[in-house]
């Protein structure tokens, strides 16, 4: 076990909606919480999983697709939830994070815990800039990555088995 907490924003700045999870890091750089790596990808499993290498507890923000969606709804999966998910196109990249937990399990490159944190995105076109609804999701979606992370500190501070299952 490293004591690693690692915190991956998900997206494309050039895709509208697509760009909250990088805005989520970008919101935590400005208060950095303590002893965790802060991350921004494209979302290609190759990069995610070379970003959590060593990683005990990852943290993900992302924006999804939804059918027939709420924008700015947030939502806290564990990876078997988000596998169950990726069976149907839920992301607006190319391979979603079920494609890439498949890869790590394959490769025994998961880490110890994984908890996604998704808000439901309206615009996915080109353009910069997020819409109404997320924007105004965008503090409770820090929050919760926040919260998170906090809880995995704990966990680690605690050596309890981990942050527990996420709500």
């Given at each position: 076990?490293?004591?690693?907490v690692?915190?991956?924003?998900?997206?494309?700045?050039?895709?509208?909606?697509d760009?909250?999870?990088?805005?989520?890091?970008?919101?935590?750089?400005?208060?950095?919480?303590?002893?965790?790596?802060?991350?921004?990808?494209?979302?290609?499993p190759?990069?995610?999983?070379?970003?959590?290498?060593?990683?005990?507890?990852?943290?993900?923000?992302?924006?999804v697709?939804?059918?027939?969606?709420?924008?700015?709804?947030?939502?806290?999966?564990?990876?078997?939830?988000?596998?169950?998910i990726a069976?149907?196109?839920?992301?607006?990249?190319?391979?979603?994070?079920?494609e890439?937990?498949?890869?790590?399990?394959?490769l025994?490159?998961?880490?110890?815990?994984?908890?996604?944190?998704?808000?439901?995105?309206?615009?996915?076109?080109?353009?910069?800039?997020l819409?109404?609804?997320?924007?105004?999701?965008?503090?409770g979606l820090?929050?919760?990555v926040?919260?998170?992370?906090?809880?995995a500190?704990?966990?680690?501070?605690?050596?309890?088995?981990g942050?527990?299952?996420?709500?």
């Amino acid at each position: 076990m490293t004591g690693r907490v690692v915190v991956i924003g998900v997206g494309n700045a050039f895709r509208r909606d697509d760009g909250a999870g990088l805005a989520v890091i970008r919101a935590l750089r400005a208060r950095p919480p303590r002893h965790t790596v802060l991350a921004e990808s494209d979302g290609e499993p190759g990069r995610m999983l070379d970003l959590w290498d060593g990683g005990d507890f990852v943290v993900v923000a992302d924006a999804v697709h939804t059918h027939p969606g709420c924008p700015g709804r947030l939502h806290t999966l564990s990876v078997q939830r988000t596998a169950e998910i990726a069976k149907r196109p839920a992301s607006s990249h190319a391979l979603g994070l079920g494609e890439t937990f498949a890869l790590a399990a394959a490769l025994g490159r998961m880490p110890r815990e994984v908890t996604v944190h998704a808000v439901e995105g309206d615009d996915f076109g080109l353009g910069r800039g997020l819409s109404a609804p997320v924007t105004t999701a965008l503090p409770g979606l820090v929050a919760r990555v926040v919260e998170s992370v906090g809880r995995a500190h704990a966990g680690l501070a605690g050596g309890a088995d981990g942050p527990g299952p996420p709500r």
